[in-house]
C-alpha cells in the first residue's frame, strides 16, 4: 500500500511539473520563427503565480544560449547570455524596483547650477557611451510597436558614485524597466567640484527609444 502511495505521489508531481512547463521549438536562434520541431527549443517554466523562466537551448545538446526570467510581461531577476562552450558570456540584472518621482537630496546641486558647458563635460560622453552599449528595445516593445521617451534622474556624489536613481518622464512600462536597468548598470562616474571642493549634483538625461 505505501509503494503503491509512493508511486501515486510521484506521478501526480510529474504531471503537475508537466503542467507548469512549456516547450517551443525555432529553426533560427534568434527564436523568431517558431516551428513544429526544430533546432532550438524554449523551455517555459512556470515558477509561481507571477514569474516565469524562459530558458533558450540547442534541442539536441541542450546547450543554453540565453536565461530570462519575468514577472509577468517586465524583466525580472538576472538575465544571462552564453557563450558557444556553454559558459557566461553576459548578464543583464533586472533585480530592481522601480521608482517614479522626483527626489533630490538636501545637499545636492542640479546640473545647470554648476555653469559647466556639457560639450566640455567627460561625464556626458561616458554616459552616452554607456547608453549605447546597453541600450536594448525591450521585445514586447518591438511587438506591440510602442515608441517614446523616458527621462531617468540620478545623483553623481562626491565620490562619482551614482545613486537616487527614479524616473521623472515615463512612457510604457517595458521602456522604463530599460532606462531604469541601463542607468542601474552605471556606478561610477568623476565628481563635480565648487571652487575645488568636491558636490553633489542632480542630473537628469532622457532616453528615446523609437522603432526604424
Not at 5 to 25: C, G, P
Not at 115 to 136: C, M, S, V, W, Y
Not at 149 to 154: E, G, I, K, M, P
Amino acid at each position: 500500500m505505501t509503494r503503491i502511495l509512493i508511486l501515486l505521489l510521484l506521478f501526480s508531481n510529474l504531471v503537475i511539473s508537466q503542467a507548469d512547463s512549456e516547450i517551443k521549438y525555432y529553426k533560427d536562434k534568434y527564436g523568431r520563427t517558431e516551428v513544429e520541431k526544430g533546432p532550438y527549443m524554449l523551455e517555459i517554466k512556470k515558477i509561481n503565480d507571477s514569474v516565469t523562466d524562459h530558458i533558450f537551448s540547442k534541442t539536441k545538446k541542450g546547450q543554453k544560449i540565453w536565461f530570462k526570467s519575468y514577472l509577468g510581461k517586465q524583466p525580472y531577476g538576472l538575465w544571462t547570455q552564453y557563450d558557444k562552450k556553454g559558459n557566461i558570456e553576459s548578464t543583464r540584472d533586472y533585480n530592481f524596483t522601480l521608482k517614479y518621482g522626483e527626489f533630490i537630496p538636501e545637499n545636492a546641486i542640479r546640473y545647470y547650477e554648476l555653469g559647466t558647458t556639457t560639450l566640455f563635460d567627460p561625464n556626458n560622453e561616458k554616459i552616452q557611451q554607456h547608453i549605447a552599449e546597453h541600450f536594448r528595445y525591450p521585445e514586447i516593445a518591438v511587438e506591440n510597436g510602442t515608441e517614446g521617451r523616458v527621462t531617468v534622474q540620478f545623483t553623481i556624489d562626491e565620490n562619482g558614485k551614482v545613486d537616487n536613481l527614479s524616473i521623472t518622464e515615463r512612457a510604457d512600462i517595458a521602456l522604463d524597466t530599460e532606462c531604469f536597468a541601463i542607468m542601474n548598470s552605471l556606478k561610477q562616474l568623476e565628481p563635480y567640484k565648487i571652487d575645488g571642493q568636491n558636490v553633489m549634483v542632480y542630473k537628469t538625461i532622457p532616453i528615446t527609444f523609437r522603432l526604424q
